[in-house]
């Protein structure tokens, strides 16, 4: 197959003043030896069969910028913005080539030197900026859409096709008020003998749409012994601001985050999303607080499966298929642990599907700005689970969960998605 550089020639290093990419990120190109074991991991390759849209070819077209072969940044944002930052091509990658790290800054080095300008990516940054990252402002956005809901105005939006219905189809519908509120801040101590002291990340998105993990979460934590430290002082991960090309605002979240989880050992979280970003604060802040922090933070199966349950989760006679999250097993390298813990829930019968690794096509917000293709492959996921059978499909990320859901009930699948934590709690934490 003919690579997008076959016809062009290359020069040695990026051109003269005319990169907007830093030295580092063109050296972490020049490790591709283009072997093209990246493309079958690739989501969007699998989909539109297309080189520029595969890793290796990505790669071709951000080293072409750095050398200043692309006059048109234009030409990379179109294929780095179809791009879902899965980092499957990393476990892939036979070269160990920083694939993630390649992406991020580029898409920021475009975003200094020549903004996104069209209306999706407008109104997806001014909703992380000045709504998403502030709690809030979303906890009041989702009582505005509560209470639209309960009006029937969102079935009245989609009837007039002023909602799309790809969108409404993974919108979760809004929780009720009671489900919405925020954990009580402070430190929750454990009924018996404490284990030891975590902190636990309550993330943006989980509080308003997933409130009933985050109680599970801290509920499973204090049945094992834990003492649990919810700091009221912490901030988004940043995530989505990352992936947006948007470094510096996450940088000011990071830093905030790492000051109020600085009395923990331990920084406990339930979203794959937010824990891969959090494992790299070392490289967003570049200074020893970032990369302490880093150190502290552990998914809660992780870290679960690592201290051992003390509680015995409450039965389940039902047959459940795990999914990987992203960014769990490609970006934190937990694969295992979750497996492991669910194997110990007595009655709960763990079905295999076929490629579990292989991304949902949610990835943050990319199913709201690249909808066919997020919707492409979702449906490659529902079919996958589909036949496997499963009653129950579990998977540790909220994206995740939405995007799989939508496109089980589009297959016509009776499965319910749910977070992992929830198939663990004992008896007593119903």
């Not at 990026?14 to 283009?34: F, K």
């Not at 404490?194 to 499973?220: D, H, Q, W, Y």
């Not at 529902?382 to 998977?395: R, S």
Request: aromatic share 4%.
């Amino acid at each position: 197959m003919t690579t997008p550089s076959a016809n062009v020639a290359r020069t040695a290093s990026p051109g003269a003043g005319s990169s907007p990419l830093s030295s580092l990120t063109y050296e972490h190109t020049l490790g591709c030896v283009h072997c093209g074991l990246c493309l079958p991991a690739c989501p969007t390759y699998q989909t539109t069969g297309s080189e520029v849209d595969s890793p290796r070819g990505r790669i071709y077209l951000v080293r072409a910028l750095a050398e200043g072969r692309v006059e048109d940044p234009e030409v990379v944002r179109t294929h780095l913005d179809r791009c879902l930052d899965c980092r499957a091509c990393e476990t892939a990658c036979p070269s160990g080539v920083h694939y993630g790290a390649i992406l991020e800054n580029t898409r920021a080095a475009l975003e200094t030197q020549k903004p996104a300008t069209g209306l999706r990516a407008r109104i997806a940054k001014w909703m992380l900026r000045h709504v998403v990252i502030h709690q809030r402002r979303l906890r009041a956005m989702f009582a505005l859409f509560g209470f639209a809901e309960a009006l029937g105005l969102r079935r009245l939006a989609r009837f007039l096709r002023l909602l799309p219905a790809a969108v409404d189809d993974i919108a979760p519908h809004v929780p009720k008020r009671s489900e919405r509120a925020p954990l009580p801040t402070g430190w929750h101590k454990p009924k018996g003998q404490s284990r030891g002291k975590v902190g636990l990340f309550t993330g943006c998105v989980m509080e308003p749409i997933f409130g009933r993990i985050n109680r599970a979460t801290l509920r499973l934590l204090l049945d094992n012994g834990f003492e649990v430290f919810v700091p009221a002082a912490q901030q988004c991960c940043g995530a989505l601001l990352i992936h947006a090309g948007l470094p510096d605002d996450a940088k000011r979240l990071a830093t905030a985050n790492t000051k109020a989880f600085a009395e923990v050992d331990r920084v406990i979280n339930n979203s794959a999303g937010c824990g891969c970003a959090m494992r790299e604060y070392g490289e967003l802040l570049g200074d020893d607080a970032g990369r302490a922090f880093a150190n502290k933070c552990r998914d809660i199966s992780e870290f679960l499966a690592e201290q051992g349950l003390t509680a015995v989760p409450k039965r389940r006679d039902a047959k459940v298929a795990y999914d990987d999250p992203c960014h769990l097993c490609h970006g934190q390298k937990v694969r295992t642990q979750p497996r492991e813990l669910l194997a110990k829930v007595p009655g709960l019968q763990m079905v295999q599907h076929q490629k579990p690794e292989d991304c949902c096509g949610s990835a943050g917000i990319y199913n709201m700005l690249q909808p066919e293709l997020a919707a492409d492959i979702g449906k490659r996921k529902a079919e996958a689970l589909c036949a496997a059978k499963p009653d129950l499909v579990a998977t540790g990320n909220p994206g995740c969960m939405m995007q799989i859901a939508a496109h089980l009930k589009a297959v016509g699948s009776t499965a319910r998605v749910v977070h992992p934590v929830e198939l663990l709690l004992p008896d007593d934490a119903q």
